[in-house]
């Protein structure tokens, strides 16, 4: 059967309500031939989002609306990796036994370009190319485990990664560019890398499961200079109160968004 993944916007529900109305979908999913696989609560946000396996969406609907009333405001299919990718898991976890769920969907995306990869190619050879892509790669996938990130995706010459930690993702980044400025240093072959980071829902205005969030960090991802990080208004936004600071680069345009999109640069 379809993967559907729901978000509602539940106001002042808690965690305990949240649990409550969960219970009741599991009670009578059977009734359907649904299954209710598990849910994201943000408390901050005020959203919830159900895993659901069922015929259609509108099945997954009726069981809502049949056991508590409180049926999606958005809903789409996706595919159960890439739930697991980005949000790290697509059944309830241990401790959902235990204690409502007070666990959040939004994440921080993060792109990384290798610049110039195809001139490098060309001059280089597909061996010594192929060398320095799996010392990008190498760099990039430690910096994802020190950071608690995890890859979602490679790209050919860059990685899509998910955090739930949005001051994580800067971190990692800027680990990242400080990493690479240490191999440049010692090698005769210099990799230079772009990053781009945005935050978001995973049902939001697309179809397509984290869709604008991605969209929008593959956007800035493209703008950033080699050797820099950019990030959106919401990542800074997440990261107030730390130890990151932030240099406003003003508002740019990107493709495929209808509004200008205020862009950063992170410094410690």
């Known amino acids: 059967m379809p993967i559907f ?3 509602h916007d539940v106001g002042e529900a808690s965690a305990e ?3 409550e109305l969960h219970i009741r979908d599991l009670e009578i999913q059977d009734k359907y031939g649904v299954r209710f696989l598990t849910y994201w609560y943000d408390s901050e946000r005020r959203t919830t989002f159900c895993l659901v396996d069922a015929p259609d969406k509108a099945m997954a609907d009726r069981v809502h609306a049949e056991a508590h009333g409180h049926v999606a405001n958005e809903m789409i299919a996706v595919e159960l990796s890439a739930v697991e990718a980005f949000l790290g898991r697509i059944q309830d976890p241990p401790a959902a036994k235990a204690a409502p769920l ?5 994440r921080a995306i993060m792109f990384t370009d290798m610049v110039g990869s195809t001139e490098m190619t060309e001059q280089l050879g597909d061996t010594m190319a192929l060398e320095l892509l799996r010392a990008h790669d190498a760099i990039i996938r430690r910096s994802l485990e020190q950071h608690g990130g995890s890859e979602v995706k490679h790209l050919g010459d860059g990685i899509m990664a998910s955090f739930n930690d949005v001051p994580a993702s800067v971190a990692c980044a800027m680990r990242i560019q400080e990493e690479l400025g240490s191999y440049n240093e010692s090698s005769k072959t210099p990799i ?4 781009g980071i945005h935050a978001g829902d995973p049902v939001e205005e697309s179809n397509d499961l984290f869709g604008s969030a991605v969209q929008m960090a593959a956007r800035i991802c493209g703008l ?3 050797n820099t990080v950019l990030v959106s208004h919401e990542v800074r936004n997440a ?3 730390g130890v990151l600071g932030f240099e406003s680069l003003g508002a740019q345009t990107l493709k495929g968004f209808s509004e200008p999109v205020q862009l950063y640069t ?3």
């Open 5 to 7: 993944l729901d978000r």
């Open 17 to 19: 309500d949240i649990a």
């Open 102 to 106: 007070d666990d959040s969907a939004f």
């Open 192 to 195: 230079h890398v772009r990053i």
């Open 224 to 226: 950033a200079q080699a």
């Open 239 to 241: 990261c107030n109160g």
């Open 266 to 268: 992170p410094a410690r």
